[in-house]
C-alpha cells in the first residue's frame, strides 16, 4: 500500500490540477485538431485530382513544414523567457521578448521567400525518384512549382501569426488563437472545395486552388489574432509601447541568444532532418511519398494530443520555474508527462481500430492505400513513446536547457536516424514496410536518454531571476 500511495503523490493529481492542465491544453488540441481534419480533407480533395498532384502538393508541405518548424523554433527561443517573465510579473521583459520574436520571424521569412523564389525546382527534385513503378515525376514537379509559388505568400502572415500565438499563449490564453484557428481551418475547407473543383462560379483551379485557400486563411488567421491581441491591452501588457522602438536591453538580448539560438538550430536541423529522412525513402519510388503523404496526414490528426500536452508543460512549469518554485515544477512535471503518456495509450487504441480505414478514402492505387494503413499501424504502436520523448524535450526547454535539447532533438535525429533510414531503403531490399518500422523503433533509444535527463533534474532553472 505504500507503494501505491507514494506512486499516486508522484505521478497523480488532483481534480483541480486536471482542470487547470485541461484548462490550457484543450483549446490547443481543439484547434490543431480542427486544423489536422481540416488538412486530412484538403489532402483528400487534392488525392481525388490524382497522384502526381498529391505528390507534389505533399513534397512542398514538407518544405513549407520545414519553415513551419522554423518559425516555432524562431519564438520558442525568446517564448523560454516569455513564459519565465510573465510568471515573475514582468511585463517589461515579456515585451522585450516579443519584440525578438519579430526580428527573428521577420529575418526568417525573408530567407524563406528566397530560396524558394530561386530554388524551387531543385529542392523539389530532391524527392523525386524514376526508380517506382507508379506515377510522373515530371508531371509532380510541374504541380509541386505551381503549389509553391502560391504557397509562398502565405509565409508572411503565418509567420506574423506565430509571433502573436505563442506571445499570448505564453499568458496561459490559449481560447482566441484557438478561436482564430477554428475560423481560418474553415475558411480553408470551403475555399479548397470551391477552388479545387471549380464548385458554382469558380474554375477549376487544381492544386494552384488548394494553395490560394490556404494563403488566404493565413491572412484571416493573422487579422484576426493581431486585432484582438492590440483591442486588449490589458490582458496582453507586454503589447503596450511594444512598437514604440526597435530597442532590447543588451543583457536581455544576449541571453535570448544564448538561450534561443540552439532552439532555433534545433528547429531548423530537426524539420530538414526529417525531410532528409522521407527523401531517403524516396529512392524507392513514388509510391512511398504518396503512401506516406496518407499517413502522416492521419498521424497529425491523432498526435494533436501528445503534442499539445507537451507544449502545456512549456507553459505551465516554465510559469513556475520563472515564479521560484523549483520543487512545485518539478512535481508538476511528473504529473503532466504521466498524463500525457497515459492519455496517448487510449488514443494509440482508436488509431489502431479506425486508423487504417482512412487511406480507402482517398483515389489513389489499390498497393499506396495497403502500404498507408500498414504504415499508420507502426506509428500508433509507438505513439505514447513518441509522447514520452516529446514531454522530455518540452521539459529540459522550460529550464532553458536548449543546448541539451538541441543534442537531444536534432543532433540524434541527423546522428541516428537519418543514416538508419539511407542505410536500410538505399543498400538493403527489406520491404518498405519493414524499413519504416526499424527507423520509427529507434524512438525507444532517445526515451531512455530522455528519461535520465529529466530525472537528473538539470533543468530546475529560473533563468529570469536577474
Not at 522554423?70 to 517589461?92: L, N, P, R, W, Y
Not at 500565438?165 to 490559449?174: A, N, V
Not at 501528445?306 to 507544449?311: E, M, P, T, V
Request: with cysteine.
Amino acid at each position: 500500500m505504500p507503494v501505491v500511495a507514494a506512486f499516486k503523490k508522484k505521478f497523480i493529481g488532483t481534480k483541480a490540477f486536471y482542470f487547470y492542465i485541461l484548462g490550457i491544453a484543450v483549446p490547443m488540441i481543439i484547434q490543431n485538431a480542427i486544423t489536422s481534419f481540416v488538412s486530412f480533407l484538403d489532402n483528400i480533395m487534392v488525392g481525388q485530382i490524382g497522384t502526381e498532384q498529391m505528390t507534389g502538393v505533399a513534397i512542398v508541405n514538407q518544405l513549407v513544414f520545414v519553415f513551419n518548424v522554423t518559425m516555432f523554433g524562431g519564438v520558442s527561443g525568446a517564448g523560454i523567457f516569455g513564459t519565465q517573465f510573465f510568471g515573475k510579473g514582468d511585463h517589461e521583459g515579456h515585451k522585450y521578448s516579443f519584440r525578438f520574436k519579430l526580428y527573428t520571424c521577420g529575418l526568417l521569412t525573408l530567407l524563406a521567400l528566397l530560396l524558394g523564389r530561386f530554388c524551387d525546382t531543385g529542392l523539389i527534385s530532391l524527392y523525386l525518384s524514376d526508380s517506382g513503378s507508379i506515377g510522373d515525376i515530371k508531371l509532380a514537379l510541374q504541380y509541386g512549382k505551381e503549389y509553391l509559388a502560391i504557397m509562398l505568400i502565405g509565409l508572411i502572415p503565418f509567420a506574423l501569426s506565430q509571433v502573436y500565438i505563442s506571445t499570448i499563449r505564453e499568458t496561459g490564453q490559449t481560447l482566441v488563437p484557438m478561436l482564430a484557428g477554428m475560423i481560418a481551418v474553415f475558411t480553408n475547407l470551403i475555399l479548397d472545395y470551391l477552388l479545387i473543383f471549380g464548385i458554382g462560379p469558380f474554375p477549376v483551379m487544381g492544386v494552384e486552388g488548394a494553395a490560394i485557400a490556404t494563403v488566404i486563411s493565413r491572412f484571416v488567421e493573422c487579422l484576426i489574432v493581431v486585432l484582438w491581441a492590440h483591442s486588449n491591452s490589458g490582458k496582453n501588457k507586454y503589447l503596450i509601447g511594444a512598437y514604440r522602438s526597435f530597442y532590447i536591453p543588451t543583457h536581455i538580448l544576449k541571453n535570448i541568444l544564448m538561450k534561443g539560438s540552439p532552439l532555433i538550430l534545433n528547429e531548423i536541423f530537426w524539420a530538414t532532418g526529417m525531410t532528409a529522412i522521407v527523401q531517403c525513402y524516396s529512392v524507392r519510388g513514388l509510391e512511398i511519398i504518396a503512401a506516406q503523404n496518407i499517413s502522416s496526414t492521419i498521424n497529425n490528426l491523432f498526435n494533436i494530443v501528445y503534442i499539445q500536452l507537451g507544449s502545456s508543460i512549456a507553459i505551465v512549469v516554465g510559469q513556475l520555474l520563472g515564479a521560484g518554485k523549483l520543487e512545485e515544477a518539478r512535481d508538476t512535471d511528473n504529473k503532466m508527462i504521466f498524463f500525457s503518456v497515459t492519455a496517448c495509450m487510449a488514443v494509440s487504441l482508436v488509431m489502431c481500430m479506425v486508423g487504417g480505414y482512412f487511406p480507402s478514402i482517398y483515389k489513389t492505387e489499390e498497393s499506396i492505400k495497403a502500404l498507408a494503413a500498414q504504415l499508420i499501424i507502426i506509428s500508433a504502436l509507438l505513439m505514447p513513446l513518441c509522447s514520452f520523448c516529446h514531454c522530455t524535450y518540452f521539459t529540459l526547454r522550460s529550464g532553458g536547457k536548449t543546448g541539451i535539447t538541441f543534442l537531444f532533438d536534432s543532433v540524434f535525429t541527423w546522428v541516428v536516424f537519418i543514416p538508419a533510414a539511407y542505410y536500410f531503403s538505399s543498400h538493403t531490399t527489406l520491404p518498405f514496410i519493414l524499413v519504416f518500422g526499424i527507423v520509427q523503433s529507434l524512438e525507444f533509444l532517445k526515451a531512455i536518454i530522455g528519461f535520465f535527463m529529466v530525472r537528473s533534474n538539470v533543468w530546475l532553472n529560473n533563468i529570469v531571476n536577474h
